[in-house]
């Protein structure tokens, strides 16, 4: 059973920085592109970043591009978020998601930010807060 899980939020002072790691468990992340999204409170559910399989191609949303950088290490079979110069925008639970490299190419990560219909496996989330 495919199995995701994020750690490393918490609550952070505007400008500071986290990084968020989402562990597989139960499939091997060689063959998955992972994307990261968020959802803030009454607000609909954001794709924030994606890496392909092979980690050689990336995007981010906007609001975030600059600031946020994904990366993965598929020995360890983790995918990183590292968020710099946070904002109290950027408060929201954030989620990993992995799609199958059939189904979301490199084409598919280029084309644009993560859309969270195309992913299928999810982790169940941890809170960034941003506040002073």
């Known amino acids: 059973q495919l199995q995701l899980v994020e750690s490393g939020g918490g609550l952070v002072q505007p400008g500071g920085s986290l990084r968020l790691s989402c562990v597989a468990s139960?499939?091997?992340?060689?063959?998955?592109?992972i994307g990261w999204f968020r959802q803030a409170p009454g607000k609909e559910r954001e794709g924030v970043s994606c890496?392909?399989?092979?980690?050689?191609?990336?995007n981010y949303a906007d609001s975030v591009k600059g600031r946020f950088t994904v990366s993965r290490d598929n020995a360890g079979n983790t995918v990183y978020l590292q968020m710099d110069s946070l904002k109290p925008e950027d408060t929201a639970v954030y989620y990993c998601?992995?799609?199958?490299?059939?189904?979301?190419?490199?084409?598919?990560?280029?084309?644009?930010?993560?859309?969270?219909?195309?992913?299928?496996?999810w982790g169940q989330g941890t809170q960034v807060t941003v506040s002073s």
């Open positions: 998601a992995a799609a199958h490299l059939t189904s979301y190419t490199d084409y598919d990560v280029r084309r644009s930010p993560p859309v969270a219909t195309d992913f299928g496996s």
């Open positions: 139960g499939f091997s992340l060689d063959y998955y592109a």
């Open positions: 890496i392909s399989s092979s980690g050689s191609v990336t």
